[in-house]
Every structure is written in C-alpha cells, then in structure tokens.
C-alpha cells in the first residue's frame, strides 16, 4: 500500500511541475517580441484579431509539447488521461495570456 501511495505522490508531483513550466514557458513566449516598440503599438492598433489568432495558435503548438509530456507521464504511470480536457484548458489559457498581453 506504501509503494501505491509514492506512486501517486510522484505523479501528482510530476504533473504539478508539468503545469507549472507549462504556465511559464506560455507566459515567457506571450511576451517575446522581436520589434520595436513603435512597431508592437502599431500592430496591436491595426491588426489586433489576426496578431491574436496567430500568437494563440503559436502558444497552443507550444502548450502540445507540454501535453505531449504529460501524456507520457500518465502512460508511464498507467493514469487515465484527459487529453481533451487538457487541450482546451491550455487554449483558453492561451487566449487570454495573449488578450493580457496585447491589451497591456
């Protein structure tokens, strides 16, 4: 019973530090930007919706390499994993990290 329990707790833990780069790293990326200021208050002025879809859908592809990692880590443990659970959180996660960004 002992050796379940340090199963789990490694999961968990694990899993926890997955979501917690996941989070950073998606934040680090919403922010990096190549350009001038001028330029950035340009395209955030201009071409608001498409600069969003496109940083999002660059977030999102990102975000798949952590749930990548992730479902490794529950096949690994043999957990069940929620694949599109995951995907949606991590997209909305996305979207508004982005919406912060552009407005701010």
Same mark, same amino acid.
């Given at each position: 019973?002992?050796? %379940? =329990? ?5 999961? %968990?833990?694990? =899993?926890?530090?997955? !979501? ?32 969003? *879809?496109?940083?999002?859908? @660059?977030?999102? %592809? *990102?975000?798949? @390499?952590?749930?990548?990692?992730? !479902? ?6 043999? =957990?069940?994993?929620? @694949? ?21």
């Amino acid at each position: 019973m002992a050796k %379940i =329990k340090s199963k789990d707790n490694i999961y %968990i833990i694990l =899993k926890f530090v997955i !979501y917690i780069l996941t989070g950073i790293t998606l934040i680090f990326f919403a922010k990096f930007w190549m350009g001038s200021q001028d330029n950035w208050e340009e395209i955030v002025k201009n071409e608001f919706y498409p600069a969003l *879809i496109t940083r999002t859908i @660059f977030l999102t %592809i *990102i975000g798949l @390499f952590f749930l990548l990692i992730s !479902y490794l880590v529950a096949f690994f443990f043999k =957990k069940k994993y929620h @694949f599109l659970k995951e995907l949606i959180i991590l997209i909305v996660f996305s979207l508004i990290t982005n919406i912060y960004i552009l407005l701010v």
